[in-house]
């Protein structure tokens, strides 16, 4: 057997070293490139709290390329996009958008990838129908978000629909710290009371003014209309500002502008509006087979409201109106309602219940000329903005029991009992 070669050994030892240290390098090389991977997020995040909005997206771009359905990077990255108001393009909310779609709703974080969506839809493309779509995808995710409710609540206000809002209202005023509930009940009184101006900081916002006599909140609606056409509940509450206003021929006109019209009557909203403007106009007709569509399901004050003008205007029974007004008069809505409540008193009247219809008319009459007072609700506007005064609180809650709302009433005195916990 021939004897090893010392030299030849050597060689392998040295190749098995050189072989190693390559292994090492590459392995330290792919660590080294991995590591710098991941700390592109960690980068944008640095820069995203800096306001470097466009070193965010760069460190984004590279992280997205190797991690394309991370639903935080994607968050990130639409956030870098929107605030960066140096961006002179309007692309930037598309390519925001995209990233949100890119989030699907069984993926972490969709609750909010939806909320970011709504808000883009409605702050700056000005198109609440599509903002309320997402909110109630995202409130399906996560009923408890405090920003979903609040948002509601403020699309149904800034639209028109009130009415439908209070659920909302009272979800955000749960979920609030309680630093903070006295300031959402503020929120909530100029809601119900000055209705007009409640919304203000949003009207001004999303770019609308008063003009002339007309309030910002009905441009704001012209302004959702050009952006959004077919969101036929905008259509419908314009129509009831011209019907308030009493031009019921304005008011139908606008409705008949509704582009799909086979798709407005499925909204309760608009509805109630085309049956009202045509009773307003004498067509009864029209009226009846209007209200013959009323969506599903029959309840509620919208629909016991119209159903108590067919019943007492297009088929003349003030009998039969009597109990679709009595149920309508027991929801929210009607507390504020002082045409519901004469239109009650007069069909009382007509069937021989005097008794009841004076007290229904005297109560109107109270609540218009001794609760409401000119300068009863101009005081308490101003004053208002004082949370810290007990006794204001208390007169805030006196004039909710005058109105039967016991639980803004109760609310109100909570707080007015934590004054008095915490006064020197």
Known sequence: MPAADPGAAVYTRRRLVLLSCGVLVVAGSVGYWWWSIESEMENARQAIERGDWKPARAHLTRYLDWHPQDPAAHLLMAEALVKDDSRTSDDFVQQAIEHLHQIGDDAPLSAR???????????????????????????????????????????????????????????????????????????????????????????????????????????????????????????????????????????????????????????????????????????????????????????????????????????NDAAAAVEPYTHASTCWPAKFDWNLMMRLSECLRKVGRNNEAERVQSRVKHLTTKVLTRERTSQLRNRVGNLNNPFLAQEICSLYREFGLTREADAWEEHRQSLLRYSP
Request: glycine share 4%; aromatic share 14%.
């Open 113 to 315: 990838a939806r909320l970011q969506e709504a808000r883009l839809a409605l702050l700056i493309l000005r198109e609440p129908a599509r903002a309320e779509h997402l909110l109630r995808r995202s409130l399906k995710l996560n009923p408890d978000s405090y920003e979903a409710n609040f948002l509601m609540w403020k699309v149904l206000d800034l639209t028109g629909r009130h009415i439908n809002s209070r659920e909302y209202f009272w979800r955000v005023y749960e979920l609030s710290p309680e630093t903070e509930r006295a300031s959402r009940l503020r929120d909530w009184f100029f809601a119900e009371f000055y209705s007009e101006t409640a919304n203000e900081p949003f009207t001004r916002a999303l770019g609308a003014e008063k003009i002339g006599k007309i309030p910002a909140s009905v441009n704001l609606l012209v302004r959702f209309r050009e952006s959004e056409p077919a969101a036929s509940f905008v259509h419908a509450a314009l129509a009831a500002y011209y019907l308030e206003s009493g031009k019921p021929k304005s008011s139908l006109e606008l409705l008949k502008e509704a582009p799909d019209l086979a798709h407005a009557m499925q909204d309760p909203f608009f509805v109630a509006a085309l049956f009202e403007a045509l009773v307003d106009l004498g067509e009864f007709q029209k009226a009846k087979r209007c209200f013959e569509q009323f969506p599903r399901p029959h309840s509620g004050y919208l629909f016991w409201r119209c159903e108590g003008i067919y019943r007492q205007h297009v088929l």
